[in-house]
């Protein structure tokens, strides 16, 4: 019961969305609606920062969206395959380390779910990279308390 809400946004129309090369230009990812990235050839993508090095392997795909929730609390980030996934603080510009990995939503064919606590009033850059096709599915939605 607590997932509803995802399983169904996840099952619904998607928007789509072309991902940016670099934070100046990211446009914004809504909370709760299925979007459909299209992603950029990693050598094109001017990453904000990287917590790995294997997280930018040559071959891959990315980009970066920005996500304003306005409202703070504990928000799931899930996509359609596994790829490396930063939710960067704009005003520090330090990624935040996700409290937890959700594997519930893989019964709805969710590979990678992370979970974010997010202060209100901050926005972010959601930066995608490592992913092995040049689209994906995206889901952001607040976690249940």
């Known amino acids: 019961a607590e997932l509803e809400a995802e399983r169904s946004a996840w099952q619904g129309p998607s928007a789509n969305l072309g991902a940016a090369a670099d934070a100046s230009s990211a446009r914004p990812v809504v ?3 299925r979007t459909r990235l299209k992603l950029l050839p990693q050598a094109k993508l001017k990453p904000v920062a990287l917590a790995k090095a294997e997280a930018n392997p ?3 795909f990315g980009g970066l969206m920005a996500f304003a ?3 703070g609390g504990v928000f799931r980030v899930s996509t359609s395959e596994r790829a490396w996934i930063e939710l960067i603080d ?8 996700p409290i ?4 519930r939503l893989r019964c709805f064919g969710v590979p990678k779910s992370l979970l974010f606590e ?3 009033g901050h926005d972010y850059l959601l930066q995608i990279t490592a992913a092995a096709s040049p689209e994906l599915d995206l889901l952001i939605a607040q976690a249940a308390k």
Not at 90 to 97: D, F, I, K
Not at 100 to 103: E, I, L, M, Y
């Open 69 to 71: 929730p306005g409202r």
């Open 118 to 120: 997010i202060r209100p």
């Open 58 to 60: 040559p071959n891959t």
């Open 100 to 103: 937890s990995s959700d594997k």
């Open 31 to 33: 909370t709760l609606v």
């Open 90 to 97: 704009r005003s520090t510009g330090a990624p935040l380390a």
